[in-house]
Nanobody, 123 residues
Framework: QVQLVESGGGLVQARGSLRLSCAAS????????MGWFRQAPGKERDFVAA????????NYADSVKGRFTISRDNAKNTVSLQMNSLKPEDTAVYYC????????????????WGQGTQVTVSS
């Protein structure tokens, strides 16, 4: 079992930046993928970004390409999401997730989820 805890959410102005972190309770499996998802009020949960733990390959939703960067620190078992040039439409609860790495990216089944952290971007 893996426990994930997100942190770093908050209120930020448009064009501002936030950095989210996801801490795993133990050592992550080397063949796992770590992903970020978000869910705005009244909307479905959407994929944001993912990274393979061992190789560091990344994948991004079109809506965040060029603005968000996902990274990982293997030694600390943490995954971060650097969010720049934030827009009001980025407002959502952001979730960290983990699951066995697979290709293509869309076939990954995320088995573990964090509790979520609120990100609010004001106009």
């Amino acid at each position: 079992q893996v426990q994930l805890v997100e942190s770093g959410g908050g209120l930020v102005q448009a064009r501002g930046s936030l950095r989210l972190s996801c801490a795993a309770s133990g050592r992550a499996f080397s063949n796992y993928a770590m992903g970020w998802f978000r869910q705005a009020p009244g909307k479905e949960r959407d994929f944001v970004a993912a990274i393979s733990w061992n190789i560091g390959l990344t994948n991004y939703a079109d809506s965040v390409k060029g603005r968000f960067t996902i990274s990982r620190d293997n030694a600390k078992n943490t995954v971060s999401l650097q969010m720049n040039s934030l827009k009001p439409e980025d407002t959502a609860v952001y979730y960290c997730a983990a699951g066995p790495m697979r290709w293509p990216w869309t076939t990954i089944q995320y088995d573990y989820w964090g509790q979520g952290t609120q990100v609010t971007v004001s106009s």
